[in-house]
């Protein structure tokens, strides 16, 4: 088969190849789960200062075993992600360490803590992509989502420093209630800044089942479907299950199939937002731990009502999301039955709704 | 004589090969190079030491091409990867 030219295109491709074989194609390294901003939407933060997050996160050294153990087993594409990883004063000795195994590599942050000298010391090798997160486009709005004063200042004066070092970078925003307006303004900036941009919305809970203000901030399901067709022409269509790839398994993504996640305290789970089946490759190796993955993920029966659903090719749900939003890896969860609804038009009504 | 530049990994993803960094400014933004069995035989002898010639034997006795169709084949992919800056002209060990 001839693979696709297109860069996204080139990549489902392999990861799909790496899904037959089973193959760890594709890794998320959590590197610590604080972080110096305080969004009320987010669905992981625990606070710069928190101890207790940050006595369980792995270790510089524990990190690089793992990647070389992951780089061994088939790893080639790795996420470094927190919270915020440059809250950790090590960072970037885990990051050089782990630019050296060959893997393409992506970094997550928000920019904020990005001085000169980090911007110029990533440069010297930089990662394939550095996606920033922008919460607004003016000071008022940012602020009013990350909750810390002089953040914007801090967030600009990142993406400078990044800019000018010659970091590849993209721009990208959670969209909520509060920035929606200011979108447009945000893409400005990235079209001032020459770098490419992004916006995403289906914010979900808190994965640790604490209390969580993402109802107060996400976007209603009439606006979320708005903006994916607005979206069509510029960007890919958010998955679903009519243009995915089909797996014999409840999951239409590649979790546990080509892809998996290593949160802050070394926990091996399936996706972002699903905290299972918390294998520990540091104890029991990163062959075993994946393993543990596939099979969990091979174990979760379909959800009844869903699969029963007319609904269902153009719904969102996962067993990740109904686990996060209700507690239950196989029940419909209401925010997007009401997208799914959105999307296909008033005709057909959700099985859980007859 | 052909060589490859350093920082480059070949890695498989199921039967496919692709090139990764190890360090420095390889690739471009969103760059992601594969290669075919073909290009993988070829790349593997750019150590500097194997000619034109020598890469287009290798790849005649490896695949069912005619000699000219291989030395054809292996001019077009030395053309592709030596403007992405995946392979040099090794003068050095021209001289060898
Ligand atoms: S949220 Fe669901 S669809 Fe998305 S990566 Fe996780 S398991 Fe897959
Ligand atoms: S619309 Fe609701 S009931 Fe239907 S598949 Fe989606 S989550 Fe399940």
């Known amino acids: 088969m001839k693979l696709p030219t297109e860069y996204n295109a080139l990549v489902g491709a392999l990861l799909d190849k790496a899904a037959t074989v089973g193959q760890p194609a594709s890794g998320v390294f959590e590197i610590t789960s604080r972080c110096n901003l305080a969004c009320g939407m987010c669905y992981i933060r625990h606070s710069a200062s928190d101890l207790a997050a940050m006595r369980t996160e792995l270790s510089a050294m524990q990190w690089n075993r793992l990647a070389r153990e992951a780089a061994v087993n088939g790893m080639l594409f790795l996420l470094l992600t927190g919270g915020e990883v440059f809250l950790r004063p090590d960072f970037l000795d885990i990051y050089e360490q782990v630019r050296t195994l060959g893997l393409n590599l992506t970094l997550f942050t928000n920019a904020t803590l990005v001085t000169k000298e980090i911007a110029d010391r990533l440069s010297v090798s930089p990662p394939n992509l550095l996606e920033v997160t922008l919460y607004g486009a003016t000071e008022a709005t940012y602020e009013a989502i990350t909750g810390v004063p002089g953040s914007y200042a801090r967030c600009l004066s990142g993406i400078e420093n990044l800019r000018l070092a010659g970091v590849p970078l993209l721009l990208k925003t959670t969209l909520t209630r509060l920035n929606i307006g200011e979108l447009e303004a945000m893409r400005r900036l990235a079209r001032e800044w020459n770098v490419p941009f992004q916006a995403a919305w289906l914010l979900t809970p808190r994965r640790d089942g604490k209390d969580s203000a993402v109802r107060e901030y996400r976007l209603s399901p009439r606006q979320c479907v708005e903006l994916e067709g607005a979206q069509a022409s510029r960007e890919p269509a958010p998955p679903n299950r009519t243009t995915s790839p089909s797996t014999r398994s409840v999951f239409f993504c590649g979790a546990g199939k080509n892809s998996f996640v290593i949160t802050a305290s070394g926990e091996m789970n399936a996706c972002i937002d699903l905290p299972r089946p918390a294998a520990r490759p540091l104890e029991c190796g990163f062959a075993r731990a994946w393993d543990q993955v596939g099979r969990f993920v091979d174990s979760v029966p379909a959800s009844a009502v869903c699969s029963s659903c007319e609904l269902d090719p153009v719904c969102p749900r996962c067993p990740a999301l109904s686990l996060i939003e209700t507690g239950d890896l196989m029940a419909p969860v209401p925010y997007l039955c009401e997208i799914a609804t959105a999307r296909y038009g008033p005709r057909i009504t959700p099985s859980q709704c007859t | ?96």
Request: with cysteine; glycine share 8%.
């Open chain 2, 1 to 96: 004589m052909w060589k490859a530049k350093d920082n480059l990994l070949l890695r498989e993803i199921g039967e496919e090969c692709v090139l990764v960094p190890t360090g420095g400014r390889v690739l471009d933004l969103n760059g992601l190079v594969t290669l075919n069995a073909a290009g993988r035989c070829v790349w593997e002898l750019l150590d500097g030491h194997h000619s034109v010639e020598n890469l287009a034997d290798a790849l005649a006795g490896q695949f069912a091409v005619s000699r000219e169709q291989a030395r054809a084949d292996v001019e077009e992919f030395l053309s592709k990867i030596e403007p992405l800056g995946l392979a040099v002209r090794d003068e050095a060990s021209n001289r060898i």
